[in-house]
């Protein structure tokens, strides 16, 4: 099994959405392209908030230092984002893998994160926020999702209660809800295992 975790946006809540989907299916993870490594970074936010072993934490494909849109990081960083150098790595376990920013964000001069998800063949959790304006931000990215024919399993819902916005959300994006992952003081690992969520969408059972 194998599940791509993408957002709405950046700063959407995809690392914590990628730790809680580990705890709850004993996954490894893969971040492919990582813009940004000043610090503590996404593999590091996953070692503190995931039970998973250092050895299922896989190495990016593309490093990239500064904090930028991929396609933009690569260039300041005088490197081209190749996806056919983008390969899967090999797991006997579950793999999480997270993408950098939005659906639509681009990798290079041709091919959008969308891209990558498609050569990758994995299926999509969308990270969103409660608040104001995840309504047309969520449609906006199941569209772009779905006219490159990509599999949704359903949306991971990031920040205070909001079930009006949850509900609009699943009658408007004709999607199903995985978890919704209220704002946790402290964040620890601990307490976002805790949080439930639908996992018969992910092929596993109610936990």
Same mark, same amino acid.
Request: proline residues 7%.
């Given at each position: 099994?194998?599940?791509?975790?993408?957002?709405?946006?950046?700063?959407?809540?995809?690392?914590?959405?990628?730790?809680?989907?580990?705890?709850?299916?004993?996954?490894?993870?893969?971040?492919?392209?990582?813009?940004?490594?000043?610090?503590?970074?996404?593999? /590091?936010?996953? /070692?503190?908030?995931?039970?998973?072993?250092?050895?299922?934490?896989?190495?990016?494909?593309?490093?990239?230092?500064?904090?930028?849109?991929?396609?933009?990081?690569?260039?300041?960083?005088?490197?081209?984002?190749?996806?056919?150098?983008?390969?899967?790595? /090999?797991?006997?376990?579950?793999?999480?893998?997270?993408?950098?920013?939005?659906?639509?964000?681009?990798?290079?001069?041709?091919?959008?994160?969308?891209?990558?998800?498609?050569?990758?063949?994995?299926?999509?959790?969308?990270?969103?926020?409660?608040?104001?304006?995840?309504?047309?931000?969520?449609?906006?990215?199941?569209?772009?999702?779905?006219?490159?024919?990509?599999?949704?399993?359903?949306?991971?819902?990031?920040?205070?209660?909001?079930?009006?916005?949850?509900?609009?959300?699943?009658?408007?994006?004709?999607?199903?809800?995985?978890?919704?992952?209220?704002?946790?003081?402290?964040?620890?690992?601990?307490?976002?295992?805790?949080?439930?969520?639908?996992?018969?969408?992910?092929?596993?059972?109610?936990?």
């Amino acid at each position: 099994m194998k599940i791509f975790v993408t957002g709405t946006d950046t700063d959407v809540g995809k690392t914590v959405a990628c730790a809680w989907l580990i705890n709850k299916l004993s996954a490894a993870y893969w971040k492919p392209v990582q813009s940004g490594i000043d610090g503590e970074t996404d593999r /590091q936010v996953i /070692q503190r908030l995931a039970s998973v072993d250092e050895c299922d934490i896989f190495p990016c494909a593309y490093e990239l230092p500064e904090p930028l849109s991929p396609h933009e990081a690569a260039r300041r960083a005088g490197v081209t984002i190749e996806l056919d150098k983008i390969v899967l790595p /090999q797991t006997d376990k579950p793999l999480v893998i997270e993408g950098a920013g939005g659906v639509l964000v681009p990798m290079n001069d041709r091919h959008m994160m969308v891209d990558l998800m498609a050569a990758l063949g994995a299926p999509v959790v969308l990270v969103c926020r409660s608040g104001l304006g995840t309504i047309n931000h969520t449609l906006l990215s199941l569209n772009a999702l779905r006219a490159k024919n990509i599999d949704i399993l359903g949306v991971i819902i990031n920040g205070p209660p909001a079930p009006h916005n949850v509900a609009a959300i699943k009658e408007f994006g004709k999607v199903d809800v995985v978890a919704e992952i209220p704002h946790l003081t402290p964040l620890t690992g601990e307490a976002l295992s805790g949080v439930p969520g639908n996992m018969a969408l992910l092929g596993g059972g109610d936990g």
